[in-house]
């Protein structure tokens, strides 16, 4: 059961346009949601999270929402910049402390010059 | 920010045999560590939870026996792959958490492919 789904494994974008990836849970436990960055031949790196009580969080060029009713998030990075171009992992801790994290599949992003 | 590595970053060994997979943290140090594995198209999965001194807590479904983690100090733990087959070819890649409960800092994976 994929309780963190991102159903779009990839996306295109130009550069300098807003980059919108989503993402889609089950579990209305989970009480904060992250957003990683990973690079080929690199670990993923932690980028932005949300608590569940908030419905958005702002940082920099990249913004998450939070619709609770509808379980879904989304990442907003703009204005996209070539630098940005990688695997964007969604995922999820559960109430039973910070290992039980639920990962997305991932989305593939790349952003055109 | 925190770094973490792991060693070897790739390897393919014969069915049969063992592999350990070293995590260290470089510059900092970790009295808990966290396994994952992921095969193609799917996501990171959780395997254990690595404790300094202790014994790993093992997810559901995931043979301890057969995979062997060792906490021996507070900047390395090592996944062992016992008497590996094929279908344990995947890319194992650990983290440490962060100082925000909810951060963890990853390392850059190890594929294992098993002929």
């Known amino acids: 059961d994929q309780q963190v789904k991102q159903n779009s494994p990839s996306l295109s974008v130009q550069e300098g346009r807003i980059s919108i990836l989503n993402c889609d849970y089950t579990n209305s436990m989970f009480d904060y949601f992250l957003w990683y960055k990973k690079y080929p031949a690199e670990g993923p790196t932690f980028l932005i999270s949300?608590?569940?009580?908030?419905d958005k969080n702002e940082d920099g060029r990249f913004t998450v929402f939070l619709n609770k009713s509808a379980k879904h998030l989304s990442l907003h990075i703009v204005p996209s910049q070539p630098g940005d171009s990688a695997v964007y992992f969604c995922?999820?801790?559960?109430?039973?402390?910070?290992?039980?994290?639920?990962f997305g599949i991932g989305t593939k992003l790349q952003v055109i010059p | 920010g925190a770094v973490v590595s792991q060693h070897p970053s790739w390897v393919i060994c014969k069915s049969g045999t063992s592999v350990k997979i070293e995590c260290r943290s470089l510059?900092?140090?970790?009295?808990?560590m966290f396994w994952y594995r992921q095969f193609p198209k799917q996501s990171l999965m959780l395997m254990a939870t690595s404790n300094e001194g202790s014994k790993a807590t093992y997810e559901q479904g995931v043979e301890k026996d057969k995979f062997l983690i060792n906490h021996a100090s507070l900047t390395l733990s090592t996944l062992t792959v016992t008497s590996a087959h094929p279908e344990d070819s995947s890319f194992y890649i650990c983290?440490?958490?962060?100082?925000?409960?909810?951060?963890?800092?990853f390392g850059p994976g190890t594929r294992l492919t098993v002929t």
């Open positions: 983290s440490a958490p962060g100082t925000a409960i909810y951060e963890q800092y």
């Open positions: 995922a999820a801790r559960g109430t039973g402390g910070y290992q039980k994290v639920t």
């Open positions: 510059d900092f140090q970790a009295t808990t």
């Open positions: 949300i608590s569940s009580i908030k």
